[in-house]
T-cell receptor, first 116, second 112 residues
Framework: SAVISQKPSRDICQRGTSLTIQCQVD?????MFWYRQQPGQSLTLIAT?????????ESGFVIDKFPISRPNLTFSTLTVSNMSPEDSSIYLC?????????????FGPGTRLLVL | SQKIEQNSEALNIQEGKTATLTCNYT??????LQWYRQDPGRGPVFLLL?????KEKRKERLKVTFDTTLKQSLFHITASQPADSATYLC???????????FGAGTQVVVTP
């Protein structure tokens, strides 16, 4: 399995600002994903972070709002841009570390975001 | 539209009993289905995976069944313990690229 850390663990932000969330994995992984979990709801996939190319976004999510970087196989960032209170949520990264041996995903601890 | 439904009501169960959770889906042909556990303030933790051609999977006190005809998975926790109290999520994928669609989860509360 992989050990995944996220920074920050939580933050309180003002409307209109942006926050960048970091996801660090202790080993190289093939797939990295970003999810959102709104209060009382389940996880919704935002995008797949692709190493060396643009992220693949799910319906309802766009690059201008959630730009993603993945410069290497152990690190990714998600930026929540021009935030509004509706962006208050937990943001989680997950990894699938060896396709072909395991289709399971390992999740980071999450970043709890509150937008005022 | 595709839907994954889990019982939204919390399941309260006495220690030692078997907890049974349901995951129903519509408009999916999942390649496999997974169950995760989520504790408050933490990310989900993988428990079990079952493929479309498998009927049942076990791991210690956990058992998962998968009925692609009924479009349903059942998740059982036998000899439940207070430490099993958490929210349990089912997740489906239909492709080989790892994109998971999650149900809303069912909270389990095990009382001594």
């Amino acid at each position: 399995s992989a050990v995944i850390s996220q920074k920050p663990s939580r933050d309180i932000c003002q409307r209109g600002t942006s926050l960048t969330i970091q996801c660090q994995v202790d080993s190289q992984v093939t797939m990295m994903f970003w999810y959102r979990q709104q209060p009382g709801q389940s996880l919704t996939l935002i995008a797949t972070a692709n190493q060396g190319s643009e992220a693949t976004y799910e319906s309802g999510f766009v690059i201008d709002k959630f730009p993603i970087s993945r410069p290497n196989l152990t690190f990714s960032t998600l930026t929540v841009s021009n935030m509004s209170p509706e962006d208050s949520s937990i943001y989680l990264c997950s990894v699938e570390w060896d396709r072909g041996r395991s289709e399971t995903q390992y999740f980071g601890p999450g970043t709890r975001l509150l937008v005022l | 539209s595709q839907k994954i439904e889990q019982n939204s009501e919390a399941l309260n169960i006495q220690e030692g009993k078997t907890a049974t959770l349901t995951c129903n889906y519509t408009n999916y042909s999942p390649a496999y289905l997974q169950w995760y556990r989520q504790d408050p303030g933490r990310g989900p933790v993988f428990l079990l995976l079952i493929r479309e051609n498998e009927k049942e999977k076990r791991k210690e006190r956990l058992k998962v069944t998968f009925d692609t005809t009924l479009k349903q998975s059942l998740f059982h926790i036998t000899a439940s313990q207070p430490a099993d109290s958490a929210t349990y999520l089912c997740a489906l994928t239909t492709d080989s690229w790892g994109k998971l669609q999650f149900g809303a989860g069912t909270q389990v509360v095990v009382t001594p």
